[in-house]
C-alpha cells in the first residue's frame, strides 16, 4: 500500500505551487508561508554560543521599506534598509539569531526617525543595521525598559510615553505594522502648512492658539514646531507686565452682560476719515462687534445697530451694559433709552478701568494685531481700518482663555469655526475678471492686495492697485509667499520724474477732499496710529493742531499731502500736471479714448488759419467717475474749448439750453415708486459731439496731440465741442429731434421731460448727457435703448443708484425711494474741517436775530463763508428740505457776512453732521397732492421785509420746497401770507 502511495503522489500535481510530485499538504511553499505570519519559539540552543555577543528575533518574515513590524521577542531595534539609518556608525560583527536556526549579522547601528502620531518627530537610538534581515523591527522589550507602554488590541496595537500615544500599528495577518511616514514628511516640509504660516494667516495670534486649534482638529500642523520670533509681533504688542486681575461677573447666556468702550481719537484717520472706534462685547461668549466712528457721538447710534442686529440673530436681549463714565456714555439718550428698554447701566468707578477690564484689553488686543499685521505686511498705515476689520474677524475664531480654550463663534453660533479660507493679510491676490467685464483678449485676473473678509457674504475684500478699487469676490488665487512691501506701496504715491520743457511740481495746496475708498460698513472699522496710544486714557483733549507745522517737517508735510492726493486719485488740473502724475497711465490712455471719439465723429479738419479769424483756445479737463459707493469706476478726460475767448456775434448767439428741474426727477421718482416702474440709467458718451456748427470757428490743437510736421495748422470746428457756448444748446437740439421723431412730446412744464404713451407710458428724463427712463413696460426701455444707441455712443449703467452725487436706494416690497447725499456731506464737513464738530439739533439758533449793522462787516476774505453756504444750497435744492430756510437767511449776507453769520454756517454743519444718515422718502401713500405755504411777517430785522415758505407733496412724498424773502414789505401778516400763497402758485 505505501508503495502504490507513493507511486500515485508522484503523478499527482500540488494544488499549492502546482508542481508534480507532492501534495498540498506537504507542499514546503505553503509551509514557509504559514511561518512568515506568525511568531515562531525558538530552541534554546545556547550550548555553542560562548563569550560572543548576541541577539534574537523570532520573526523571519519580510517587508518592504518604510514598515515596522511590532516583535516582542526581539531584543534591539533593527532594520535591513541602510537608507532610513542616519548617523550610522560601523560596528563589530553581532550574531542575530532567528526562529528558524538561522543566524544573520549586524554591521553597524544608527538612529532612525519616525512621524508620531502628533506630527512631531521621534527618534529610535541604538538601532542594529542587518543586511540580511529583510525588513524593520520594533522592539517591545526595548522600548518599555525606556519607560514606553504597549497595547496590544484584536485589530490594532497603540504605543505610548508619559500618557501620550505616539505611535499605533494595525494588525495584517498574525503581525502588527506601523508606517514611519518620515521620508515623505521630509519630503513635503517645503509646502507644508507650518504654525509660522497659521501665525500670519490668523493676524499674528499667540501659538498657543495656534496649537489649541490643531488639538482641535481645526488645523493640520505639525504642533512639536519650534516658536520663531516673530519681530512684527515684538514691534506691535510688547507691553509691560500687567497687573492681575479677576473678574466676578458670572453670566449663563448671550447677552446677559455687555462690555463696552470707546477708542480715540487716533492720530491718524482711516481712509475714508474716521478717528474713533467702539467695541461691543458679549461678556458670555467674548463675541466682539466694532464700529468705526467719525467722532464720540456716534456711540449711541451704533449701540442701536448693534443691539438690533444681535437681539433679532439670538432672539435674547441686552440685560447689562458694562462702560465707562465717558460723556458718550453718560449722555441723555443713552440714559432715556436705557430705561425705556429695562437695560442696566453699570459704570466703572472713577478711574478704574479694570472694572470694564473686558472691553478695554479687547481694544488693546485689536490694536496690537492690526499694528503686527500692518507692520508684516509693510503697508501703509491708512489701511489700519481694514487690518482692525480682520483682527476682529479673527479674534472671534480663535480660542480664549476665558472661555476654556472654545472660540467665542462657537459659543455665539453654537457651531465650530471653519478656518480653511483664512489667509496672510496684505498678501498678493489674483482675482478674476468675469467674462462680462471683458475682452476676449484681456488678461482673466487682475492682480491686487488682500485685505480682509467680507461680512455680508462668503467672499474676500481686495484692493485694486491703480484704481484704489476695493474688490469684492471669491474667486481669488492667494500668493501668500509674496506680500507687498513698502517699496511697491511707495511706487503707487510716486511721481514720474520727466521733463516736458516746464517745471514739474505740482501745487500741493490744493487737496482733494473725497477719498477714493471706503470700508466695509457691515462691521465697522478702527484705526490705531503711531506712537501708540495709552488704550486706558479715555479722557484726553478733542482739540487738534491746525497750524502750521515747523519748517524742519516741511518734506514731510509734501510727501504727506501728496501721497492723500494720490491716494484719492486727484484730478489734475492741467495736462503737464496728468503726465506727472502718480495716474499718469490712466489719464494718457483716458485721453486717448478722448481724442479717438472725437476723430470718429469727424469733429475738426485740419486747416490754415484764415486771416481775419482768431483762433480759440482749448485744455484739458480730468475728472474721476465714481458708482453710488464711491468706488472709482473710470478715469474721464474731455477736451474742451476756452469758449471765454468767444465774441457774440461772430463765434456764436444763441446759447440756452435747459436742464431738468430737481422737482421734476423727484417727481418722476415718485411716480416711479407708486406705479412700481422699472428705473434705467444711460449715458451719452461725447454728447456734445453730435451737434453740427452752425457758425464759422477755429480750435488750437489739443496739447499733447499735436500732429508733427503740422503744428502751425488748426482745427476748423464741423461739430460743436465742449466748451463752446453754443455747444450745450447744439445739444439740446440735436437731443430733442431724436425723441420727437420717435413719438415722444415733451412735457411744457420741464422741457428736459419726454413722455410716450404708445402703450404703456415711458417717461425720459434728460440732465445734459444722463438720462433716467422710466417704464413698466421693460421692452419699450429696450427698444429705446437700442434706437439709441445706433445714432449716439451710449453706456448702459443699469438700474439707477447714483445720480448727480445723490445715492438713490430702492425699497420696492414697500414701493418707495430713498434720495441720501451722506457722501456729499461727509466730503462738505471734511473740506471745511467740521467732520469732528459737536453735532447741533437744529440748523439755526431759537430765536436768531442777524443784523448787518449789528457787527463791523467782516475784513477776513479768507473766511469760506460763501463757499458754504454755496455747498450748503446744493444740498438744500436736491434732498435737505430742512435747511432751507437757515440757508436762505444767510444767503442774505454774501456781500456783508460779519462772524456771527460765518458761525450760523457752522452751525447749519453741525447739525448736518448729526444728521448725515437722513434721507429724503418718496413714499406716496395715495395720488393726492397737496401744497403748504406759509409766512412770517416782518422777521427781517434789517428792513422789515417777511419770508415766504412753501412745500409741496404727492401722496406725503416731498416734491418741491422753498424758503425765500418777499420782494416787499407787507403791512399785514394777511398780506404776507396772500404773497407767499403767491409765490407758491407759481
Known sequence: ??????????????????????????????????????????KDNNESQGALEQEFCFITSTAENGYWCIDSGCTRHMSSFRECIEEFENIEPIDIYLADDTVVTATGKGIVKLTLENGCIGKLTDVLYVPDLGQSLFSVSK?????????????????????????KAKKSGNLYLFRSNYKETANKESGKETIQLWHHRLGHVSNEKIKQLANNDLLSINTCEKDVLCESCVKGKTTRKPFPKKSDSMTKEVLELVHSDVCGPMQTNTVSGRRY????????????????????????????????????????????FRSDNGTEYTCKRFEEYFVKNGIVHQYTAPYTPQQNGVAERKNRTLVEMA????????????????????ATYIQNSCPNKALNGKTPYELWFEKRPSLKHMRVFGCEAFVHVPDEKRRKWDPKAIKCIF??????????????????????????????????????????????????????SIDLSHEKSEIEYEEQKSIKTVGVSEPVINISDKRRSQRVNKGKPPERYGNLVSYGKLAESAYT?????????????????????????????????????LCELPKGKEVIGCKWVFKVKEDEKGNIKRYKARLVAKGYTQKYGIDFEETFAPVAKFTTIRTLLTIAAMMDLEIKQMGVKTAFLYGEMQEEAYMEQPEGFVIPGKEHLVCKLRKSIYGLKQAPRMWNSTIHKFFIKNGFKQCQSDWCLYVQTVEKVLFVLIYVDDLIIASSNTQAIEKLKNDMSKIFSMTDLGELNYFLGIEIIRIREKKSILLSQKRYIMRLLKRFHMQESKPAITPIEFGYKFQEKSEEKSQN?????????????????????????SVGILSRYMNNFTHSHFK???????????????????????????GYSDADWGGNTDDRKSTSGYLFQLGGSSLSWNSKKQQTVALSSTEAEYMALSTATQ
Open 371 to 390: 499694528r503686527s499685521m500692518l507692520f508684516c505686511a509693510q503697508m501703509n498705515k491708512n489701511f489700519w481700518g481694514e487690518a482692525i476689520v480682520t
Open 451 to 504: 485685505l480682509g473678509y467680507e461680512s455680508n457674504v462668503k467672499a474676500f475684500r481686495l484692493l485694486q492697485l491703480g484704481t484704489n478699487k476695493v474688490i469684492i469676490s471669491r474667486d481669488v488665487v492667494f500668493n501668500e509667499n509674496s506680500i507687498f512691501k513698502q517699496t511697491d506701496f511707495e511706487k503707487i504715491f510716486e511721481l514720474k520724474s520727466k521733463s516736458y520743457g516746464e517745471t514739474n
Open 277 to 320: 472706534f467702539v467695541t461691543f462685547i458679549d461678556y458670555y461668549s467674548r463675541y466682539t462687534e466694532t464700529y468705526l466712528l467719525f467722532n464720540k457721538s456716534e456711540a449711541f447710534e451704533m449701540f442701536i445697530e448693534y443691539k438690533n442686529k444681535v437681539e433679532k440673530s439670538t432672539g435674547k436681549q441686552i440685560k447689562v
Open 861 to 885: 476774505e479768507k473766511i469760506p463763508y460763501r463757499e458754504i453756504v454755496g455747498s450748503l444750497m446744493y444740498a438744500m435744492v436736491c434732498t435737505r428740505r430742512d435747511i432751507a430756510a
Open 1 to 42: 500500500k505505501e508503495a502504490f502511495r507513493r507511486q500515485n503522489v508522484e503523478k499527482r500535481k500540488c494544488f499549492n505551487c502546482g508542481k508534480v510530485g507532492h501534495l498540498k499538504k506537504d507542499c514546503r511553499h505553503l509551509k514557509r508561508e504559514q511561518s512568515a505570519n506568525k511568531a515562531n519559539i525558538r
Open 569 to 605: 486719485a486727484s484730478e489734475p488740473s492741467s495736462w503737464k500736471e496728468a503726465i506727472v502724475c502718480n495716474h499718469s497711465e490712466m489719464w494718457i490712455e483716458a485721453a486717448k479714448e478722448e481724442i479717438d471719439s472725437l476723430l470718429k465723429n469727424e469733429t475738426w479738419e
Open 904 to 930: 450760523a454756517a457752522k452751525r447749519v454743519l453741525r447739525y448736518l453732521n448729526g444728521t448725515r444718515d437722513f434721507a429724503l422718502m418718496l413714499k406716496p401713500e395715495n395720488e393726492a397732492l397737496i
Open 143 to 167: 522600548a518599555t525598559s525606556l519607560g514606553w507602554k504597549v497595547a496590544f488590541e484584536n485589530e490594532s496595537c497603540s504605543l505610548s510615553f508619559k500618557g501620550k500615544v505616539l505611535l
